[in-house]
């Protein structure tokens, strides 16, 4: 997603898949479809009558309402931040959950983010990728520079650690953001401490 000139779509269910897929074929520019392959397994509704339907590219989706902090994620982030959101919502904290979908520069839905920062004054950004391989850091940046006066805090990152990926499956998913660091990160993202 760093290198220009190339559309970068990251669906996190299989809905969002087959209509980026198809978005995809008919983009004149190079394109690369990351697929996360604990997705797999997932189930998740599509149109029974047609697999012919079209995701807009450059167009995110509020996956979550919230008022609190802003939480922009992609692939299995979606239902990791989903499910670390949930918890905290019991405790009177509303946090909204953005589906990027797109993460190329071009593609970023600044308009969707925006409307979400100006709601929350917060912003958290959440990946498996390591901080200086992600697109977490070029995101801040932008947001910062486009929603600046919006902004109560700084823009809160989680990423992997900075180390080479490891083979082991064990070691693999040790190095991707827990639940307990995502809701941790989220309660010092809102905008209101209790």
């Known amino acids: ?58 167009k995110a989706r509020v996956v979550r309402e919230g008022d609190r902090l802003t939480v922009l994620t992609y692939l299995t982030g979606v239902k990791d931040c ?16 953005i589906d990027l979908r797109t993460l190329d520069y071009m593609g970023m839905d600044y308009e969707t983010i925006g409307r979400s920062v100006k709601k929350t004054g917060g912003v958290l950004i959440v990946e498996q990728a390591p901080r200086s391989l992600g697109i977490s850091a070029r995101l801040s940046d932008e947001i910062q520079e486009r929603f600046y006066d919006y902004l109560d805090t700084p823009v809160g990152k989680l990423t992997a650690p900075d180390v ?20 941790e990160k989220m309660l010092l993202g809102c905008r ?3």
């Open 1 to 58: 997603a760093q290198h220009a000139g190339w559309r970068i779509l990251a669906p996190s269910n299989a809905f969002d898949y087959v209509g980026l897929f198809n978005t995809a074929i008919r983009l004149t520019d190079p394109v690369l479809i990351i697929e996360h392959g604990k997705l797999y397994g997932d189930p998740f509704y599509v149109p029974a009558d047609t697999l012919d339907y079209h995701v807009a590219y450059g």
């Open 164 to 183: 080479p990926a490891p083979v082991s499956k064990v070691l693999e998913s040790a190095m991707w953001p827990t639940n307990s660091e995502i809701q």
């Open 192 to 194: 209101h401490h209790f």
């Open 82 to 97: 989903q499910s670390a959101a949930e918890e905290l919502e019991q405790e009177g904290r509303g946090i909204e959950i």
